[in-house]
């Protein structure tokens, strides 16, 4: 059974940093491209980032490039978000996602993310 | 970026009967390679969204046949016959063709 398990969520003030974290199990993870979406309270759904299956390809909207980072680590089946200068409009429950071919196919239960002073 | 706009916002329906939803790109979804990446999620309340069909009118694993995709090029639908209880939520297109992006969603609701 694929699962995908976020933390790293909580409270956070702008400006500063927070790392996501995805625990991937019930498929070979280094198999698939992987990537995290966002949807902010009461609104739609938000790309956020795209990783290739070895990490060497990323890609990032306008609204986050520069400011966040996707990586992942094969070894330990693992994806993260590195997120930095955090804005009050990146509040969201970010959903870690898996990739086949070309569209999610099964996505992780999501963590809140609250930037707030 | 490419833009999904879907219609209805909200669709009220009593149980039993057809839904339907629009969903117009900005942009022939139509990719080099052939294939037209236009996807359909349902997110039912309190959880995350769960995957319907794909490459227009596949449905995906253990997805009910009630669920029927269509369209091509810029112009989709999504029918639902025989509306049942567990189908009420929020539905989403989405493309990867370009760049990904997903519409803004359809409510499908209880009359």
């Known amino acids: 059974e694929v699962q995908l398990v976020e933390s790293g969520g909580g409270l956070v003030q702008p400006g500063r940093s927070l790392k996501l974290s995805c625990a991937a199990s019930g498929f070979t993870f280094s198999n698939y491209y992987m990537a995290w979406v966002r949807q902010a309270p009461k609104k739609g759904l938000e790309w956020v980032a795209t990783i290739s299956t070895s990490g060497s390809r990323t890609y990032y909207p306008d609204s986050v490039k520069g400011r966040f980072t996707i990586s992942r680590d094969n070894a330990k089946s693992s994806l993260y978000l590195q997120m930095n200068s955090l804005k009050s409009e990146d509040t969201a429950t970010y959903y870690c996602?898996?990739?086949?071919?070309?569209?999610?196919?099964?996505w992780g239960q999501g963590v809140m993310v609250t930037v707030s002073s | 970026d490419v833009v999904l706009t879907q219609t209805p916002v909200a669709q009220p329906v009593t149980l039993g009967d057809q839904a339907s939803i629009s969903c117009r790109s900005s942009?022939?979804?139509?990719?080099?390679?052939?294939?037209?990446?236009l996807e359909w999620y349902l997110q039912k309340p309190g959880q995350s969204p769960q995957l319907l069909i794909y490459k227009v009118s596949n449905r995906f694993s253990g997805v009910p046949d009630r669920f029927i995709g269509s369209g091509s090029g810029s112009d989709f639908t999504l029918k639902i016959s025989r509306v049942e209880p567990e189908d009420l939520g929020v539905y989403y297109c989405f493309q990867a063709t370009h760049d990904p992006t997903f519409g803004a969603g359809t409510k499908l609701e209880l009359k």
């Open positions: 996602a898996r990739i086949w071919p070309n569209w999610v196919d099964y």
């Open positions: 942009q022939s979804l139509v990719h080099s390679n052939g294939n037209t990446y």
